[in-house]
Structure formats: C-alpha cells, structure tokens
C-alpha cells in the first residue's frame, strides 16, 4: 500500500532564516505531488504540484519555491521566511485517479 | 477565479440526527469532486468521491451531486460526536489532478 511521509512535524523558525520540508511516497511510482497551505481558519490553498522528476509548476506567486529532486521526493523550501508564510503546510499525492492523499502535515510559525 | 463556497458553521447538530453540509462552485467544467474531513490539527481524510449526477451512498454518508446547479453536498446519517470535524469540499479544477478546496464547515455533534 502508498504511504507518505512528511517531515518536519512542527517548526518555529525566525523571520528571514531559511525552510526545507521534505516529504517522500512510498508504494507507488510516478505520482503526482502537491504542497498546499492552510493558514489559521482557511482552506487549502494549492502551492506548488509536480508531474515528474524536475517538473514543478507554481499556482501562486509567493516567497516559497519546490524542489523534485527524485520520483517520489518532494521538498518546499524558502531563502527567507516571512511571518505570513506561518501556516499548516500539507504534502499530498494522487496517481490515476482524481484523488488526492495527504501526508501528516508541517506546522510553520514566523517569528 | 474558479471558487468553492462552503458555509463556515459551525453546524451544530444532536447526536443520531442527519447532518447536512453543502457546497457550491464556479467552474462548470469540473467533473471530479470530493468531500474529505479534517479533524483539528490533523491533516483531510477523504471521504467519499463523487463523479456523476445523483447520490452515491458509503455506509453512513450519501453524498450528492447537481452540474446543473454547480451543488454537492454530504449528508451524514446516525451523526455521532466523532463525527465532530471541519469538513472541506473539493473540486478537480484545471487537470493534473489539481482540488480546489472551499475553506469548509465545521460540525459538531453534540449528546
């Protein structure tokens, strides 16, 4: 069966310092992969989504940036952080169907 | 913008009663919607998928589907106190397996 991991869990990071989440699928090859954000109250915001190795696409302008660097690694990353980009932050993937499944999540706050 | 609305709630409902939550979108050429839950601090579980016109029914939950009028909605029958969750909407938007989520409503079942 897929499973997804995501790493770090929880993070306080200061403004300005860098960001690396990671998150890897295991049990499947060739998967879709997403990172969302949800801020305190709000829906899922879809970030970044990747078709391949290398392949990245961007929904929304922003100061996060994605990385694949291998078929089922995913890695959301930033140069410096600001306090608007504290939120829950969501890995997920899908293969031939629509839906999508979500890993554990990454809980950010900006000091 | 292609959007989901979702009444934010909180829907309050007594426990063994049907809990009704509905959703509303934007883009007509969606063809693919889900309902998953999100219990607080945890990450979205899917629920159910629905493709097609109509009711499609899982155990305890029947979602409904209307293109015509751009309308799903979940109901949850026998509604139980860990039924208790924020339930997001979800519509594939744009290909690539890409949701578009509303911000979803939160339900608490009571005793």
């Known amino acids: 069966s897929q499973t997804i991991h995501q790493w770090p869990a929880t993070l306080v990071q200061p403004v300005g310092s860098p960001l690396s989440l990671e998150c890897t699928v295991e049990?499947?090859?060739?998967?879709?992969l997403y990172w969302y954000r949800q801020a305190a109250g709000r829906g899922l915001q879809l970030l970044f989504y990747s078709v391949g190795i290398g392949q990245i696409s961007s929904e929304v302008p922003q100061n996060l940036s994605a990385s694949r660097p291998q078929d089922r690694q995913f890695i959301l990353s930033s140069k410096k952080l600001l306090l608007s980009d504290s939120g829950f932050y969501l890995c997920?993937?899908?293969?031939?169907?629509?839906?999508?499944?979500f890993g554990e999540g990454s809980w950010l706050t900006v000091v | 913008q292609k959007e989901v609305e979702q009444n934010s709630g909180p829907l309050s409902v007594p426990e063994g009663a049907i809990a009704s939550l509905n959703c509303t979108y934007s883009?007509?050429?969606?063809?693919?919607f889900f309902w998953y839950r999100q219990y607080s601090g945890k990450s979205p579980e899917l629920i159910m998928s629905i493709y097609s016109n109509g009711d499609k029914e899982d155990g305890r939950f029947t979602a409904q589907l209307n293109k015509a009028s751009q309308y799903v909605s979940l109901l949850i029958r026998d509604s139980q106190p860990s039924d208790s969750a924020t339930y997001l909407c979800a519509v594939a938007s744009g290909g690539y397996n890409k949701l578009i989520f509303g911000a979803g409503t939160r339900l608490a079942v009571h005793p």
């Open positions: 049990g499947t090859s060739n998967p879709n």
């Open positions: 883009d007509r050429g969606s063809q693919s």
């Open positions: 997920a993937w899908s293969v031939t169907t629509d839906t999508i499944y």
